[in-house]
């Protein structure tokens, strides 16, 4: 947020809050509103402080009303008077009274916050995959614990033989080298035991 820029004019409602709030100090303490703009505007500390006093209530109850958030609001809160502060040498006390300059930064604050929603909700959908790539990434997983549980019913060789070819990708003639078997062997009890699982299937999904 751009602090030199954060001068715009307060809304009606805004101008209304604040304008009040000038005139109970202007009543209370004589000069008011106007040289403790002038003490902030020069760096005075305790003049921050009694800003911040008077006017994080009206700040936060602002950005409340946007962002509709307690945690948000006193994020913004937090950070519009940490930007006053750094930028108190930029405030002319003759071209707006202090809390009117307050709430201008308090609407360049909340406009953030609701940039940093919408980026995160961008980010969000972005990374999460869409419902359709879920169900058919669940649907493949649902498929390896079947696999899995089929072949545990198988005796070995077969067992083997499947687990080799599926899950370590092993050709036909790596598996006979690899168990020592003839190729033939391999390919019949490979073309039996997915014919098997073929039928345990189709006869399970009749009866389910």
Known sequence: MSVGTATAPPSRQEQHVTSGLDDRAASRDGDGVEALGA?????????????????????????????????????????????????????????????????????????????????DRRLTEAVEPPAEQVAAA????????????????????????????FYEDLTHHQIASKMDLPLGTVKSHLRRSLARLRDRWEVEGVAG
């Open 39 to 119: 003490a902030f505007a020069a760096g005075d500390e305790q003049a921050f402080r009694e800003a911040y006093r008077r006017w994080s209530t009206l700040v936060h109850t602002v950005a409340l009303r946007s962002l509709g958030s307690a945690s948000d609001a006193e994020e913004v809160t937090q950070t519009v008077f940490v930007d006053a502060w750094r930028a108190h040498a930029r405030f002319d006390p003759a071209r707006s009274r202090l809390p009117a300059w307050l709430v201008g930064i308090t609407r360049h604050a909340v406009a953030d916050a609701h940039e940093r929603r919408a980026r």
């Open 138 to 165: 669940d649907e493949r997983v649902v498929q390896q614990i079947v696999v899995r549980d089929e072949l545990d019913r198988l005796g070995d060789p077969q067992r083997e033989i499947l687990r080799l070819a």
